[in-house]
């Protein structure tokens, strides 16, 4: 139990996690793979730099813009994650620091934005596909596939985390080997000259900016599954760690290979350029190669995000948050009707436009980001004798540093939003403003049973509290 000025509170390490019976957590290198899945999963995406701003500001980019960015993120991720080791992630630490209310508007806009993106994945799978198989291009045929490829993901995720943790681990696997063969096809025509073409005078710095942050971000979503994972107060910081070289080396490296080997023409670097380079480098027989692991990134990806987002449900059930029914788990102990009401969301976006409505979603979760910064300050600032299993070597003065570019950079891609997706964003969290309270009411009028686990820490730190009555 720590102190600070009379006030006593959890050491929160300490508090046991659920207990999931005789089912087995996630180990280290799974959990690598899940968040290498719910941040990158490949080098798919990241061609649209090189057009941008040219080879040297794109190596420069994903080398420098990790400590701007990912660094900071996975770091608040990994200390706050071992303080509050339970599902619920993100939602928990703004709980504990601001309040249930604005937890729950956590929880709001970062579900939201998880179910929109993960809409995309079947549909960019079968666009892959399609070249291959012209019918997946529309009609009936595309519809029924989006529709049984959602089923049977969503199935993966019904049937347990662990399952979903090594099918992450052989699809990660499997993309990033066409890029390990291809470095080493592409090394007779390398040419180093071509990795410093540079000019400053013709960057499109918001497609740069944008190509940047949406492939270096989402290292928070694993914190949902903490209460999953196997002791998460040294398994997490060590999986963020590795997971980190891991993405940055997953872009680099491709990247390096791609403008060093062959002529410099920025127009031909966008989506899905890195399966012509195969075809020139290697021949056909690479293409398909990445081709099919472009592929199979999206089915990593939607699996990864999928379980954050239904296991965060769940977590907010146990804190009383959501109705008690979100906390019921299936036979394989996994969040049965989170699953079902993420799944639901993922078939109804599936049909609509993405253009405007991926922009909203990036919106929401700058807004999320925001409240996790804040967050962080304030427990540090409020509680800075609680147990933090892993801990950041900087004071409260070098937290709030540390967070301040990264604000920085959340601030300018708000200001880069168009006038409409500003808008569907607001109602978005305007719809979670008001649910709250309605939530409330409903737990007030009885309609529907709310309750908070007996397992978790208390969130409500007391000075009348005693060591013994701190813990539920």
Known sequence: MGQFEGTEYVNIGEVPTPRIDN???????????LIFYEVSGGPFGVEDSVQAAGPLLALLGFLVFPFIWSVPEALITAEMGTMFPENGGYVVWVASALGPYWGFQQ????WLSGVIDNA????????????AIPALGGGLPRIIAVLALTLVLTYMNYRGLTIVGWVAVLLGVFSILPFVVMGLVAIPKLKPSRWFVANLH??????YLNTLFWNLNYWDSISTLAGEVENPKKTLPKALFYALILVVLGYFFPLLVGTGALPLDRELWTDGYFSDIAKILGGVWLRW????????SNMGMFVAEMSSDSFQLLGMAERGMLPEFFGKRSRYRTPLIGILFSASGVILLSWMSFQEI???ENFLYCFGMILEFIAFVRLRMKYPAALRPYKIPVGTVGSVLMCIPPTILICLVLA???????LVSLVAVVIGLVMQPGLKYVEKRRWLKFSISADLADLHLSSHES???SIR
Not at 23 to 33: A, D, N, R
């Open 23 to 33: 089912f087995k957590k996630v180990s280290v290198l799974p959990l690598i793979f």
């Open 107 to 110: 929880g709001w806009m970062k």
């Open 120 to 131: 995309l994945y079947p549909v960019l799978f079968l666009d892959y596909l399609k070249s």
């Open 202 to 207: 013709d960057v499109d710095w918001n497609l």
């Open 289 to 296: 190669w990445i081709q099919a692991a472009a592929a199979m």
């Open 358 to 360: 991926v922009a909203a």
């Open 416 to 422: 880069l939003s168009t006038l409409k997706v500003a």
């Open 467 to 469: 060591t013994d009555s």
